[in-house]
T-cell receptor, first 114, second 111 residues
Framework: GENVEQHPSTLSVQEGDSAVIKCTYS??????FPWYKQELGKGPQLIID?????GEKKDQRIAVTLNKTAKHFSLHITETQPEDSAVYFC?????????????FGKGTLLTVNP | DAGITQSPRHKVTETGTPVTLRCHQT?????MYWYRQDPGHGLRLIHY???????DKGEVSDGYSVSRSKTEDFLLTLESATSSQTSVYFC??????????FGQGTRLTVV
């Protein structure tokens, strides 16, 4: 099955700086890569996703890049704000069996210091 | 939250007792999932369903069973709860090929 590695496990930045979180995956057949943000006491929420036919996607201050050859993808947050502080998870979709299972990384705790 | 309700939100139970967690959705999504979240492990898939009465195991299914008799309900049962099953459990739903929506979670403590 799919295996997703996520780094770093914790990240602390100053407000206004950029933050980058990186993930690698093992299954070359995976074709969907979402990123989730989880605030304290809540369920994860999708913030951006990318499919394998696209190399980069942006949504305001958030961008995701995908390198299928190297099997890694990254989340980039620019001009960070205190409200960006949360746990971020990357995931890859297991393409086997068409049952759309997501395999998650272990998460990154992002702290944005005012 | 795509109309996902998990119940109960918190539960404390004793070792050896059966426990059932409920996930109810109002979006008519075909796919439903149960994950557990533990520090240092992220979100791990327990079981999932790809239709009524169609379920399959995830990576950490031992000690758990599921049932889906209606599109809107997905039940997770711990047949005999153990301390290692203390965790936060999340239900998620998905429409084919699109994002997964998560519920608010159930915090289960087994004492």
């Amino acid at each position: 099955g799919e295996n997703v590695e996520q780094h770093p496990s914790t990240l602390s930045v100053q407000e206004g700086d950029s933050a980058v979180i990186k993930c690698t995956y093992s299954d070359s057949a995976s074709n969907y890569f979402p990123w989730y943000k989880q605030e304290l006491g809540k369920g994860p929420q999708l913030i951006i996703d990318i499919r394998s036919n696209v190399g980069e996607k942006k949504d305001q201050r958030i961008a995701v890049t995908l390198n299928k050859t190297a099997k890694h993808f990254s989340l980039h947050i620019t001009e960070t704000q205190p409200e960006d502080s949360a746990v971020y998870f990357c995931a890859a979709r297991d393409s086997g069996g068409s049952n759309y299972k997501l395999t998650f990384g272990k998460g990154t705790l992002l702290t944005v210091n005012p | 939250d795509a109309g996902i309700t998990q119940s109960p939100r918190h539960k404390v139970t004793e070792t050896g007792t059966p426990v059932t967690l409920r996930c109810h959705q109002t979006e008519n999504h075909r796919y439903m999932y149960w994950y557990r979240q533990d520090p240092g492990h992220g979100l791990r898939l327990i079981h999932y369903s790809y239709g009524v009465k169609d379920t399959d195991k995830g990576e950490v299914s031992d000690g758990y069973s599921v049932s889906r008799s209606k599109t809107e309900d997905f039940l997770l049962t711990l047949e005999s709860a153990t301390s290692s099953q203390t965790s936060v459990y999340f239900c998620a739903t998905s429409v084919q090929g699109s994002e997964a929506f998560f519920g608010q979670g159930t915090r289960l403590t087994v004492v």
